[in-house]
């Protein structure tokens, strides 16, 4: 294996490393001796591949936004239905958090209090560019398709990444045992109804 190889195997190791000690203790803050020891390292070899803690986190931020974007891209294209576009994006960021609970916390900050604002800064960052996608597909739908929301685009983008994020913060308040699926589909089924207009008949 090419010392380049090496290197990437040992950053993902050690984000790995990362990601399950936040799911382990929920609450609770990792040092980066704690870290070396899960990892099999020495500090110093940690901050030969990091240079420092803060670079860990947007690491895992990194790998948030990639997975998440490159998903939501996809929705888009593929699916004409603005309703079904913000529910497929809704559930994506819901199963994706289900999926990885320790990242999760750093989606709602819990994880990252006390660190560099920085990493605060790309989390908003993060959550803007969903909300601004919602936004997107909502005034698109209502220009191409003619379909209008109760409330502005904006508004309603507000509103469903609102919903979205309040089950994230229960999932990781309720240590991982509240799934921020349960129910959803029949909540999104309610809450999309409301969402948007009904055509009016033409008489």
């Not at 948030?64 to 891209?73: A, K, P, V, Y």
């Not at 999760?104 to 803007?128: H, K, M, P, S």
Request: positive net charge; glycine residues 6%; aromatic residues 6%.
């Amino acid at each position: 294996m090419a010392t380049s190889d090496r290197k990437a195997s040992r950053k993902d190791q050690i984000l790995q490393a990362l990601a399950q000690m936040l799911e382990a203790t929920p609450g609770g803050r990792i040092t980066t001796a704690a870290l070396a020891k899960e990892v099999g390292v020495s500090e110093a070899a940690l901050y030969r591949h990091f240079p420092s803690k803060a670079k860990m986190f947007e690491g895992l931020i990194e790998f948030i936004e990639n997975s998440l974007f490159s998903r939501i891209n996809a929705i888009v294209k593929e699916e004409p239905d603005a309703t079904e576009q913000c529910g497929q994006i809704l559930h994506l960021l819901l199963a994706f958090t289900e999926k990885n609970p320790g990242i999760t916390r750093i989606l709602t900050g819990d994880a990252i209090t006390g660190e560099t604002d920085r990493l605060r800064q790309r989390v908003v960052q993060l959550y803007d560019r969903i909300e601004t996608q919602l936004k997107q597909i909502l005034r698109e739908a209502e220009l191409k398709q003619g379909k209008r929301t109760t409330l502005s685009p904006a508004q309603t983008a507000n509103l469903m990444l609102c919903a979205a994020e309040g089950r994230i913060s229960q999932y990781v308040r309720s240590g991982f045992t509240r799934s921020p699926l349960e129910n959803w589909l029949g909540q999104w089924s309610l809450l999309s109804g409301a969402l948007f207009r009904v055509p009016e008949k033409v008489i």
